[in-house]
Structure formats: structure tokens, C-alpha cells
């Protein structure tokens, strides 16, 4: 079965400063997708920026980017220049390709941005 | 374009009583989910719609839960009778196709006492 892992229950961050977020995982799968989910206090999820396995690249979104080592098994979500706005819980997610489409989760990484 | 809309926002229920969660999903999304998001973990899937049938209810406490599309549209998710272990938020998420980008709503919060 697939697992993800977040190590980091809280994280802080100074107002246009840079953090990153870990995520690791466990599949036996090759294709799949990876996700980062922003959660704020309203608790709808909201996509934040999505890795394709098979994509050797870095997926990037403006001031949010991905450090994706797939040997590894690693998905950590790099914040640059964070805003207060950027405050929220995050979460990773796994995806399969072939025999489910369900999204499994972490258990969050809360982030606190200070001005 | 309206998002995943969900009711009611909050929920305070004795245990051993029912309740039933409403979600309408985004116009002309084939697949509708409902996850179970317990305070201090992520979001866990109980079933998964793909227009009115049932594509993966695995995780789903059939003794107590149950849900329906009807219609392949709107979804009712209910619990009877509720244990205090279900307080958690419930949210509904919705895609065009499988494996394409879930939206999700803003869930609703129950406490079960």
C-alpha cells in the first residue's frame, strides 16, 4: 500500500523569506502523480502545484516549486518569497495511475508566516 | 464557475444519532468523492462516484455509512448511528473525468458528543 510521510507538524517562516516543506512517500508503482494542497482555516483544499513521475523536471508555480527526487522518494515544496497570505496547513498527496485515482494524504505540515 | 458547494458548514450531534451530509458538485463532473478528515491527519477517502455508481467505497464503515448520488448529481452522505470516534470534517471534492484535478468544498465540521 502507498504511504505518504510529513516530518514536519509545524514550520515557520519570516514575511519574503524562503522555506521548504518535506514530503516523503512509498509505492511500488513507476507512474504516478504527486501533489502539494494548501488547507486554510475555510478546510478546502486547495491545489497548490503537481508532479508528474514520469517528468524529470521540477514541476514550478510562480513562488512555489518542487525539489523532486523520485530514487529517493522525496516531494518537498519550496516557498520563495512567502506572504502571510501563504499561511496554512499543507499537505502532500500520492496518486496512482492505474488501479485507483484516490488521493492519499499526509498529515500536514502547518506553516506560520511572520511579518 | 460556482466550486463544490457542501452543507451544512457545522454539525453538533449526540452520539448514537444520524445525520446526513449534502454535497453538489461542479456542473458536469462525472466523479465525486467524500474524504474523512480527522483533527491532526489528512484527508482519508470513504467513496468514490463515477456519475451515479460506486468506483471505490474500500474504506467506507458500511455498518454505519452509507451515501448515494442519485442521478449521477448531487450526493447525500449519511451516518447512523454516529460514534463520538466520527467527529471530523467531511469533505466533498469533485472532478471532469478520473484521474483529473479534484476541487474540493469547504466540508462540514461534526462533533458527535
Known amino acids: 500500500a502507498q504511504t505518504v510521510t510529513q516530518s514536519q507538524p509545524e514550520m515557520s517562516v519570516q514575511e519574503a523569506e524562503t522555506v521548504t516543506l518535506s514530503c516523503t512517500y512509498d509505492t511500488s508503482e513507476s507512474d504516478y502523480y504527486l501533489f502539494w494542497y494548501k488547507q486554510p482555516p475555510s478546510r478546502q483544499m486547495i491545489l497548490v502545484i503537481r508532479q508528474e513521475a514520469y517528468k524529470q523536471q521540477n514541476a514550478t508555480e510562480n513562488r512555489f516549486s518542487v525539489n523532486f527526487q523520485k530514487a529517493a522518494k522525496s516531494f518537498s515544496l519550496k516557498i520563495s518569497d512567502s506572504q502571510l497570505g501563504d499561511a496554512a496547513m499543507y499537505f502532500c498527496a500520492y496518486r496512482g495511475i492505474y488501479n485507483t485515482d484516490k488521493l492519499i494524504f499526509g498529515t500536514g505540515t502547518r506553516l506560520q508566516v511572520f511579518p | 464557475e460556482a466550486g463544490v458547494a457542501q452543507s451544512p458548514r457545522y454539525k453538533i450531534i449526540e452520539k448514537r444519532q444520524s445525520v446526513a451530509f449534502w454535497c453538489n458538485p461542479i456542473s458536469g463532473h462525472a466523479t465525486l468523492y467524500w474524504y474523512q478528515q480527522i483533527l491532526g491527519q489528512g484527508p482519508k477517502l470513504l467513496i468514490q462516484f463515477q456519475n451515479n455508481g460506486v468506483v471505490d467505497d474500500s474504506q467506507l464503515p458500511k455498518d454505519r455509512f452509507s451515501a448515494e448520488r442519485l442521478k449521477g448529481v448531487d450526493s447525500t452522505l449519511k451516518i447512523q448511528p454516529a460514534k463520538l470516534e466520527d467527529s471530523a470534517v467531511y469533505l466533498c471534492?469533485?472532478?471532469?473525468?478520473?484521474?483529473?484535478?479534484?476541487?474540493f468544498g469547504q466540508g462540514t465540521r461534526l462533533t458527535v458528543v
Open positions: 471534492a469533485s472532478s471532469l473525468e478520473r484521474n483529473t484535478e479534484a476541487f
